[in-house]
């Protein structure tokens, strides 16, 4: 049974950091893509972060310099480090897990982790 787990979301002030965590079973975690999406109220859901070997990451603009994406292929997980967080960046936070195939991909959702920037 594929798990994705996502913990470390909740409420912080502005310029404050956050620390998530995606912990991944039910399939060889090496061999997909990581990505963390967030989805903010009234918006759609858009790609953050995205991670395929630990020397291969990409960012949105918006998060680029703040926000590291890594992985643990040793733990199954992937974690999202959040710094000089800005209220903009509150939002409902997912881990997806993705293996590319030449007609479609496999999509991994986990459940979602809120984070709240607020004084």
Do not use: H
């Given at each position: 049974?594929?798990q994705?787990?996502?913990?470390?979301?909740?409420?912080?002030?502005?310029g404050?950091s956050?620390?998530?965590?995606?912990?991944?079973?039910?399939?060889?975690?090496s061999?997909y893509?990581?990505?963390w999406?967030?989805q903010?109220?009234?918006?759609?859901?858009?790609l953050v972060?995205?991670?395929t070997?630990?020397?291969?990451?990409?960012y949105?603009d918006?998060?680029?310099g703040?926000?590291?994406?890594?992985r643990?292929?040793?733990?199954?997980?992937?974690?999202?480090?959040?710094?000089?967080l800005?209220?903009?960046?509150t939002a409902?936070?997912?881990?997806?897990?993705?293996?590319?195939?030449?007609?479609?991909?496999?999509?991994?959702?986990?459940q979602g982790?809120q984070v709240?920037?607020?004084?």
């Amino acid at each position: 049974q594929v798990q994705l787990v996502e913990s470390g979301g909740g409420l912080v002030q502005p310029g404050g950091s956050l620390r998530l965590s995606c912990a991944a079973s039910g399939f060889t975690f090496s061999r997909y893509t990581m990505n963390w999406y967030r989805q903010a109220p009234g918006k759609e859901r858009e790609l953050v972060a995205t991670i395929t070997d630990p020397s291969v990451r990409t960012y949105v603009d918006a998060v680029k310099g703040r926000f590291t994406i890594s992985r643990d292929d040793a733990k199954n997980t992937v974690y999202l480090q959040m710094n000089s967080l800005k209220p903009d960046d509150t939002a409902v936070y997912y881990c997806n897990a993705r293996f590319r195939m030449p007609l479609n991909n496999i999509d991994y959702w986990g459940q979602g982790t809120q984070v709240t920037v607020s004084s």
